[in-house]
């Protein structure tokens, strides 16, 4: 006999927003800084003393605990049927150098709110519920980025994920052994479902007056290193007819780049974030730049038409300005669209429970992307203040966070499944 049910999420529980806001703040604590924000940099002695928080955190609410070998933490909330793929939610606890409160830090802090709520109402789930730390979401000290989830889910090795070094020359691996999160390596355990809560870190929900997002997927991205070679000549005796001006080429790439991003709205982006300018001296005309593009779009093909417009751009002004313009591409996510009927509960949930929502499409890269390889895969978020995020001033309101973390509970109990009384 099927003793699980699904109740409608007006009957079921609500989480309590004042022990998820304090538990922020908590954490917020670990590597507080003068301006309000927090810098707690990967596998740093301040990312273990957040980490140690949180595996307390986790114990106290009865959750066992593991750590695999990339010191991604999963807290492990049993199910009746204990055998069956958990139902996983997460996030990352590292932040920027100039970080937040929230980014990263709610999707944990949420999922932990979570398995607390569950505790509370004495709920028994079919499936076992885990909440996970994943290892340098950021990439702030080490590259690749979203580097646990990466190696959970085989966008890259393990062994290539350890031997990445900062720039101090610590390796992973010996930082994980420094703070005592290198855990055991084994084979990847199956997931039954990954909903990711987060803050949305863009402006759209709140010039919206929406409390929940419902995200239809991710910005699939292409990053490049672009090198321009000019010709360094004095300022003054030579003529604008005869320079080959290297800035002058790059200033119209970046331009292009613009024009590009917008000519395939809504979901395109184009970025300029590096401008390196040789030899950078007042009154000599630049003979070399080095810089960064970032495309993004919620399309493969349109992603791989900005990549051609982008390198059409490169030819040509690099023609014109007797400038030759090299690019290599450095980075390659495919656009990540989310499980649909995971996405459809996120925002029948957002009704249920009264909140006003509307579809989204994260622009960033979050360690949903790849669980999504992996697993049903859905994000719920909330509004951030002024779509601001990487930032100190980085802030939410209370309200959003326990609305988000609420849909959060409705949208895991589902997959889960309650055991009835």
């Not at 009957?11 to 703040?25: E, F, H, I, N, T």
């Not at 360094?232 to 002058?248: N, Q, S, V």
């Not at 996510?333 to 909140?355: C, H, S």
Request: hydrophobic letters at 45%.
């Amino acid at each position: 006999m099927d003793m699980t049910t699904t109740p409608s999420p007006a009957l079921q529980p609500r989480v309590d927003g004042a022990r998820l806001w304090q538990s922020l703040m908590d954490l917020a604590q670990i590597g507080a800084t003068p301006k309000g924000g927090v810098c707690r940099l990967a596998l740093t002695a301040l990312d273990g003393e957040g980490r140690d928080l949180f595996v307390r955190w986790a114990r106290e609410a009865g959750c066992s605990v593991r750590v695999d070998a990339i010191g991604n933490i999963f807290a492990r909330r049993a199910g009746r049927n204990d055998a069956l793929p958990p139902v996983m939610t997460g996030s990352h606890i590292d932040t920027q150098p100039t970080g937040g409160k929230f980014d990263g830090n709610y999707g944990v802090l949420a999922g932990l709110e979570v398995v607390r709520t569950l505790n509370d109402r004495g709920i028994v789930t079919e499936a076992p519920i885990e909440v996970a730390v994943w290892t340098n979401e950021e990439g702030s000290r080490f590259v690749p980025v979203m580097m646990g989830s990466g190696v959970f889910a085989g966008a890259f090795t393990l062994d290539h994920a350890l031997a990445q070094r900062d720039t101090q020359g610590t390796s992973v691996a010996e930082a994980l052994a420094a703070i005592g999160y290198a855990g055991e390596q084994g084979p990847t355990p199956a997931v039954g479902a990954y909903f990711e809560a987060h803050i949305e870190q863009g402006p759209m929900l709140e010039a919206n007056g929406c409390v929940i997002g419902v995200v239809q997927g991710a910005l699939g991205q292409r990053w490049y290193d672009v090198s321009v070679q000019g010709m360094e000549a004095h300022a003054g005796p030579t003529p604008m007819e005869l320079r080959r001006d290297a800035l002058l080429a790059a200033s119209a790439l970046v331009a292009e780049v613009n024009r590009i991003a917008l000519a395939h709205a809504p979901h395109a982006r184009g970025t300029v974030g590096v401008l390196e300018v040789f030899p950078s001296s007042r009154n000599v005309i630049p003979g070399s730049v080095r810089m960064t593009v970032d495309l993004r779009a919620a399309d493969d093909a349109v992603l791989l038409q900005m990549d051609a417009e982008l390198r059409a751009a490169c030819e040509r002004l690099g023609h014109a300005g007797r400038t030759p313009i090299t690019v290599e591409q450095v980075v390659y996510f495919p656009p990540q669209p989310f499980a649909p009927q995971l996405v459809e509960g996120v925002r029948a949930d957002a009704q249920a429970l009264g909140y006003s929502a509307m579809d989204v499409v994260s622009g960033a890269g979050h360690d949903a992307v790849y669980l999504a390889r992996l697993a049903p895969t859905a994000m719920v978020f909330v509004p951030c203040a002024d779509g601001i995020s990487h930032n100190e001033i980085e802030d939410a309101q209370p309200e959003h966070l326990e609305a988000g973390c609420n849909v959060l509970l409705q949208a895991m109990l589902r997959s889960a499944k309650v055991v009835a009384a």
